[in-house]
């Protein structure tokens, strides 16, 4: 209601008073003292606090300075409330086919109820349903898991996730590591691991018959034997060929090893573009050999193409070689 006339509450007081609201009625006790405070200007409380004036009015309206409880929220709960329709025999032979078939539904339970003679729509079964589960007379069945839960994935030992402030800014501060399947002829499946440094894109390619852990770190070997830098730290992801021996080779030979988190391939987007590269570049313009000792020797020449020959756009045009010699051109500050 409007104060027309009267004192208003002392400020002492109010702020007795408004501790015993809720948050959003002492909300709006800042509203009314704001009000009050600002010449009763309805439009610049409602912009201060961003509310309507229409809002505004109907809580002034509603305003008791000496009950703040008509600051609070009222319920909105009907006085007169649909009562039930069903009779105790229908609510019954519900609960009882219910509980025989725990998983079928209302359309499916009307159908049975029809069969036995009863009537009913299949929003009134709904209804009826609602009203047994919230008198705990209709529990539902608890779920079986029948499908395998997936596994916890076991700590590595030594990779680790790269961390946020890790940021690569010269050729060897991260190599992006990953395999190709190759499909070459019908049932033969060969597997590629191929290497690319983030900062100058050089690569390194070597086909093995399998991708496993000791593939993988004879690759490792490789490819600290090809870069023409020293290689600090390699990022993979969760495959199972960059665990077991690769792992421990990673550590022995001071590389930090960076894992990727599940289903983020494209975090090791650079790498990724690199095996569409070769693909489209080498196997599908060049007759390969199938023994794997030649393939080895016919990817390593491309590999020599990829990184002195074949112009880079990420670099300005530059091979990877060139770039790697002005890099080392730049003077040390």
């Not at 609070?72 to 329709?85: C, N, V």
């Not at 794997?292 to 020797?297: D, E, G, K, M, V």
């Not at 016919?298 to 300005?316: D, F, G, K, M, T």
Request: net charge positive; aromatic share 8%; glycine share 4%.
């Amino acid at each position: 209601m409007q104060i027309r006339s009267g004192k208003i509450p002392k400020a002492r007081q109010r702020a007795r008073l408004g501790s015993e609201l809720s948050r959003a009625g002492a909300l709006r006790l800042q509203w009314m003292t704001h009000y009050l405070q600002h010449g009763r200007n309805a439009a610049f409380t409602g912009r201060h606090f961003g509310i309507s004036r229409e809002t505004f009015y109907r809580w002034w309206r509603r305003y008791d300075p000496h009950n703040l409880s008509t600051l609070e929220g009222r319920s909105h709960r009907p006085h007169r409330r649909r009562q039930p329709t069903w009779s105790t025999e229908l609510a019954a032979a519900v609960r009882r086919l219910r509980r025989q078939f725990p998983r079928w539904g209302k359309d499916k339970l009307v159908i049975l109820l029809r069969r036995e003679g009863r009537w009913v729509s299949i929003s009134m079964v709904g209804r009826i349903l609602s009203h047994l589960k919230r008198r705990a007379l209709l529990v539902e069945p608890l779920s079986r898991r029948l499908t395998a839960s997936r596994r916890r994935r076991p700590p590595r030992p030594y990779a680790v996730r790269k961390p946020k402030q890790y940021q690569p800014s010269e050729p060897g501060d991260l190599v992006q590591v990953d395999t190709l399947e190759l499909h070459l002829v019908p049932g033969l499946v060969l597997q590629q691991f191929t290497a690319r440094d983030v900062i100058s894109r050089w690569d390194v390619c070597e086909v093995h018959r399998r991708a496993t852990s000791t593939a993988a770190a004879l690759f490792l070997d490789t490819l600290l034997a090809r870069a023409p830098f020293p290689i600090r730290a390699i990022q993979v992801d969760g495959g199972s060929e960059f665990q077991a021996l690769f792992e421990p080779a990673c550590q022995q030979r001071g590389v930090r090893l960076f894992v990727l988190p599940p289903r983020s391939p494209k975090l090791n987007g650079a790498v990724e573009r690199a095996n569409r590269t070769h693909t489209e570049e080498f196997y599908e313009v060049t007759p390969c050999s199938l023994q794997l000792s030649a393939l080895n020797r016919e990817l390593q020449h491309w590999e020599q193409i990829y990184n002195s020959v074949r112009p880079h756009q990420a670099l300005n045009y530059q091979t990877p070689s060139e770039f790697i010699a002005s890099w080392r051109a730049q003077p040390e500050t």
